[in-house]
């Protein structure tokens, strides 16, 4: 089910048993659990070519390559989101503020944004592999999920 949010970007609404349902087991736990993937285990941390990484639940487009650096943390690292593909809110679970973010469409969890990336911005916005796909340049973006 959808709803509109008055942005063009309608939010996506699904159970959590749904989703379930169509997300690998990896996929789910970390989406819709918060969990985290073990550092360079994904290949997408290695993805060098030009392209869009979409959300791996509802196929949102959420960074472009171009934004894409090696951090050294393990996990595929951005400068900077596609504007208006994000939320961002306060995360306490290990004591100290993070900022987690997640799809603004499915609000499927991706990771944290810290401010120890490269300049101009100073960003890092890491990002669980598994919550991304990857689509290369050339190659149609996947069809929204509904």
């Not at 749904?18 to 550092?39: I, K, Q």
């Not at 400068?79 to 306490?92: A, H, N, V, W």
Request: glycine residues 10%; charged residues 25%; proline residues 8%.
């Amino acid at each position: 089910m959808t709803g509109s949010d008055g942005t063009g970007k309608d939010k996506l609404e699904k159970s959590r048993s749904e989703w379930r349902r169509l997300l690998a087991p990896e996929e789910y736990a970390v989406l819709f659990e918060e969990a985290t993937e073990r550092p360079f285990t994904h290949p997408l941390n290695q993805e060098k070519r030009s392209g869009t990484f979409v959300c791996a639940a509802c196929g949102l487009p959420l960074f472009n390559s171009l934004a894409k650096f090696e951090s050294g943390t393990g996990w595929p690292s951005f400068t900077q989101p596609i504007e208006g593909s994000i939320e961002t809110k306060t995360d306490f679970k290990l004591i100290l503020p993070r900022t987690e973010y997640r799809c603004r469409r499915c609000g499927g969890h991706q990771g944290h944004v810290f401010n120890d990336g490269p300049a101009p911005a100073g960003q890092r916005w890491c990002n669980n592999g598994v919550a991304l796909r990857f689509v290369p340049e050339g190659d149609p973006l996947p069809k929204l999920r509904t």
